[in-house]
């Protein structure tokens, strides 16, 4: 009896460890296709991810989910990663941007950096690491080498990330977000407004709204005395909250 309750448990380990080594199995072959240049062999590993649609994710919230016991490793992180970055811009790259968001990985940072004008998935998907992104977002808002849409986009999420910790950010990243907000209310780089005056306009508005949650009272009048590049208005009106 007890010989068989011992053959019992030594095979149930066995199992165990097979669903184990089958789950790093899977994930390495999906790692391989991912890495594999083969736009169908990464179509083909994205819809063998465990991925999760969370349909009524709250605000900050997941989007995306791994379901519970499915644990990506490094190197699927980096192999998403990597995928995304060779992949031109369609349906495939918005596949692998879900599993990258769902890793909730600090090796996504970069990339979610540089995407956060695809929605709101990508800006809640960076801002879940917290304020210490602010940085790198500052950065690229204010970088002549990134695209009127990068630059849009980190904009946009500076903006959220105020709203979201407010009373939490400190002067030195409030002074920098400030920066921001000045470089496209009185003229972004020549990269940016080489796009056309439309995404000049966003940036303007993209700047005023920064400025109305900042409330600093300096860079509210320079919001008011700016002029948007379309229409010719103030950025701001007398009298808006300081």
Known sequence: ??????????????????????????QDAIVRDLLSHDFERIRDALERLPLVYI??????????????????????????????????????????????IATRHPLTIDVLTRTLYTGNAAKDGLLYFGPSVLPGVVDLAMSPEATPNEATGAM???????????????????????????????????????????????????????????????????????RHPSTGKPGAERGSPR
């Open 1 to 26: 009896m007890r010989r068989s309750a011992l053959a019992m448990l030594a095979a149930g380990c066995c199992l165990l460890a097979h669903g184990a080594a089958a789950q790093e199995t899977d």
């Open 55 to 100: 349909h009524d994710a709250p605000p900050g919230g997941a989007h995306f989910e791994f379901p519970k016991g499915f644990e990506p490793t490094t190197e699927l992180v980096e192999a998403l990663v990597t995928a995304y970055d060779r992949t031109p811009n369609g349906e495939l790259r918005n596949g692998l941007r879900k599993p990258l």
């Open 156 to 226: 946009s999420a500076l903006k959220a990330a105020v709203e979201r910790w407010d009373g939490e950010l400190g002067p030195e990243i409030r002074g920098a977000m400030k920066e921001a907000a000045i470089l496209h209310l009185e003229g972004a780089p020549d990269s940016f407004a080489s796009a056309g005056s439309h995404m000049s306009g966003f940036l303007f508005d993209d700047a005023v709204a920064l400025a109305e949650v900042l409330r600093d009272p300096e860079l509210t009048a320079i919001a008011y005395n700016a």
